[in-house]
């Protein structure tokens, strides 16, 4: 089983519809978890932490459930900006400290007009 | 904004040869680390490094490749002889500054493309 897993997509939607992305993690005593996005041939910048309690960033919720050691992504109101490759991100344990990322191969987003 | 930067952008190098990507982290920042990215493909953990030694290495990471901080400035990843399998994006990231220890900040990437 892969340590993180995303649907490829691609997701194809209209400006201002509402996306979600799924991800799941194969350690479930892994640490932390992020949501990266990453732009055609750049690097990753990291959209958000994911915390247990759920959190959100203007347009975007990003929910973790450890028990079913699954994380999600919520984007509302999509901007043509948005079109992206977005990264399920997991730092496993007994990383000592140094916090290797783990990558999903990612979920690809188009935002169309 | 502080940022990573990379050199080079683009490297093009024939199979067997050495190369040397070098990043230059942001300033205050601990630890350092390199990903790669086949064209197509996730991102992958090759190297972390710490108070000038490996803290952990990826099977990827193999004799071939090397780390190191010569100046307390530049870290760099040195490929001994290069193979095809090489070819990929190499990602410089370093965390560790007095906020937000656990973001990695990504510079541009080096792309490597082995003849």
């Known amino acids: ?113 | 904004e502080p940022e990573v930067t990379q050199t080079p952008s683009h490297q093009v190098t024939q199979m067997g040869q050495e190369v040397i990507l070098r990043c230059v982290p942001i300033s205050n920042h601990l630890y350092f680390y390199w990903y790669r990215q086949i064209l197509g493909q996730k991102v992958e953990f090759l190297v972390s490094f710490y108070n000038n030694e490996i803290s952990e290495k990826s099977e990827i990471f193999d004799d071939q490749f090397s780390v190191e901080r010569p100046d307390g400035s530049n870290f760099t990843l040195k490929i001994r002889s290069t193979k095809l399998e090489d070819s990929a994006m190499y990602f410089c990231a370093t965390t560790g500054g007095l906020k937000d220890y656990n973001e990695q900040f990504f510079g541009p990437g080096t792309r490597l493309t082995v003849l």
């Not at chain 1, 005593?29 to 990266?36: C, E, G, I, L, R």
Request: hydrophobic share 35%.
């Open chain 1, 1 to 113: 089983r892969k340590e993180v897993e995303q649907d490829p997509g691609p997701f194809n939607v209209p400006e201002g519809a509402t996306v979600a992305f799924n991800c799941t993690y194969s350690n479930s005593a892994s640490q932390s978890f992020f949501w990266y996005r990453q732009d055609c041939r750049k690097e990753p910048k990291l959209l958000m932490s994911v915390y247990s309690s759920g959190n959100e960033d203007g347009r975007f919720t990003a929910q973790l459930n450890r028990a079913s050691q699954y994380i999600s992504l919520l984007i509302r109101d999509s901007k043509l900006s948005d079109s992206a490759t977005y990264l399920c991100v997991v730092i496993p344990p007994f990383s000592g400290g140094y916090n290797k990322l783990i990558f999903g191969a990612g979920t690809r987003l188009a935002v169309h007009p």
